[in-house]
Nanobody
Framework: QVQLVESGGGLVQAGGSLRLSCAAS????????MGWFRQAPGKEREFVAA????????YYADSVKGRFTISRDNAKNTVFLQMNSLKPEDTAFYYC???????????????????WGQGTQVTVSS
């Protein structure tokens, strides 16, 4: 029902920046919380950031707060993740996710995410 395609990953040196994009299909984008998750080899998938329906509210994992910024453009069905001051520990496969249609809760890491993209690799060298 909803297809998500990430782009913008790559190799960057520590301290550098990268901007990820996620293009979504469908007509329900504006009624879905959108999130970013990541998974490193041998580790559990972890929440990174999420943004509310109209972009007025954001929520970040403590590990990226102050360095990453999530934003969205509902007219283009796209969500972004601006990643600054990157660290080697940010190295992971990054996934875009769409929350349940019409569902919202203040703690965005606790809501159900029903659709997932294929992911894009981010590698940060020291």
């Amino acid at each position: 029902q909803v297809q998500l395609v990430e782009s913008g990953g790559g190799l960057v040196q520590a301290g550098g920046s990268l901007r990820l994009s996620c293009a979504a299909s469908g007509r329900t984008f504006g009624n879905r919380v959108m999130g970013w998750f990541r998974q490193a080899p041998g580790k559990e998938r972890e929440f990174v950031a999420a943004i509310g329906w109209s972009g007025g509210r954001t929520y970040y994992a403590d590990s990226v707060k102050g360095r990453f910024t999530i934003s969205r453009d509902n007219a283009k069905n796209t969500v972004f993740l601006q990643m600054n001051s990157l660290k080697p520990e940010d190295t992971a496969f990054y996934y875009c996710a769409a929350g349940r249609n019409g569902y919202s809760y203040p703690l965005y890491d606790q809501i159900p995410y029903d659709y997932w993209g294929q992911g894009t690799q981010v590698t940060v060298s020291s």
